[in-house]
């Protein structure tokens, strides 16, 4: 199996290559990208696996980068920033960052939390295992939901949607369980396994992004319902 390809997006030179050759001493090929308009040319031409972004780069930052990447691609994504603040944070994971580690950091923690995106997107069932392997969610007459964990899709009718790894797996763990609450703290173990920075609005801010992608109406949501107090719990409709 050939090595995950990662691309780096930093626009200080010393951070960046540092940064690629820790990267590549624990087996990834690196690619480098200095600037955020680099980075969306090189996600377009060279479809890496992962990516590790710096939220502040120059004339198109980090935020922009994140919500162009998702307009067409679900490859995970790590920002890396100074900025420590729970609005960047929020803002970033809106719009459709994986995860968040704030400067300064250590390598390991950089890989760690690769090695659980990793997981979170190869953690379908073997066949066999895990239960049915089409699962219909809502049954719309017109477009029905239906999740197929073992090929990583679901649809909505004839249209695949485009889940994030992260949104996937937290699909998943709340279709296994239909009609129980699972709290924030027992889908952070589940879905995020690491952890996290401690901060479970993680998971209300995928809760919001899942939402917007798999209800007939997001502002009404009646299949992925909030249990107040509690957590969120899996409705089939």
Same mark, same amino acid.
């Not at 955020?36 to 939220?55: F, I, K, T, W």
């Not at 004339?59 to 890396?80: C, Q, S, Y």
């Not at 390991?108 to 997107?121: G, N, P, Q, V």
């Not at 249990?227 to 409709?237: A, H, T």
């Given at each position: 199996?050939?090595?995950?390809?990662?691309?780096?997006?930093?626009?200080?030179?010393? !951070?960046?290559?540092?940064?690629?050759?820790?990267?590549?001493?624990? @087996?990834?090929?690196?690619?480098?990208? @200095?600037?955020?308009?680099?980075?969306?040319?090189?996600?377009?031409? /060279?479809?890496?696996?992962?990516?590790?972004? #710096?939220?502040?780069?120059?004339?198109? #930052?980090?935020?922009?980068?994140?919500?162009? $990447?998702?307009? /067409?691609?679900?490859?995970?994504? !790590?920002?890396?920033?100074?900025?420590?603040? +729970?609005?960047? !944070?929020?803002?970033?994971?809106?719009?459709?960052? #994986? #995860?968040?580690?704030?400067?300064?950091?250590?390598?390991?923690? !950089? +890989?760690?939390?690769?090695? *659980?995106?990793?997981?979170?997107?190869? *953690?379908?069932?073997?066949?066999?295992?895990?239960?049915?392997?089409?699962?219909?969610?809502?049954?719309?007459?017109?477009?029905?939901? $239906?999740?197929?964990?073992?090929?990583?899709?679901?649809?909505?009718?004839?249209?695949?949607?485009?889940?994030?790894?992260?949104?996937?797996?937290?699909?998943?763990?709340?279709?296994?369980?239909? @009609?129980?609450?699972?709290?924030?703290?027992?889908?952070?173990?589940? $879905?995020?396994?690491? @952890?996290?920075?401690?901060?479970?609005?993680?998971?209300?801010?995928?809760?919001?992004?899942?939402?917007?992608?798999?209800?007939?109406?997001?502002?009404?949501?009646?299949?992925?319902?909030? $249990?107040?107090?509690?957590?969120?719990?899996?409705?089939?409709?």
């Amino acid at each position: 199996m050939s090595a995950p390809r990662l691309l780096l997006v930093e626009d200080d030179d010393h !951070i960046r290559t540092a940064l690629r050759w820790a990267l590549e001493d624990e @087996g990834y090929r690196v690619d480098e990208a @200095g600037s955020g308009e680099d980075a969306c040319s090189q996600v377009r031409e /060279a479809a890496p696996d992962l990516m590790v972004l #710096d939220l502040m780069l120059g004339r198109m #930052d980090g935020f922009e980068v994140v919500r162009e $990447v998702r307009r /067409a691609h679900d490859l995970p994504i !790590i920002v890396v920033s100074a900025r420590a603040d +729970t609005h960047d !944070i929020v803002a970033a994971l809106e719009a459709g960052a #994986d #995860d968040y580690v704030t400067k300064p950091f250590q390598v390991k923690e !950089i +890989t760690a939390r690769l090695r *659980a995106l990793r997981r979170r997107a190869g *953690a379908a069932p073997a066949p066999g295992e895990g239960g049915p392997r089409e699962v219909v969610l809502d049954r719309h007459p017109a477009a029905p939901l $239906v999740l197929r964990e073992e090929r990583g899709t679901v649809h909505r009718g004839d249209e695949q949607l485009p889940l994030t790894v992260t949104e996937f797996r937290l699909l998943c763990e709340l279709a296994a369980t239909p @009609g129980r609450v699972l709290s924030r703290q027992d889908l952070l173990q589940r $879905v995020w396994q690491h @952890g996290f920075f401690g901060d479970e609005r993680i998971v209300d801010v995928h809760v919001r992004r899942l939402r917007t992608k798999v209800e007939i109406d997001a502002g009404a949501p009646r299949l992925v319902v909030t $249990v107040r107090g509690l957590g969120y719990r899996l409705d089939p409709q």
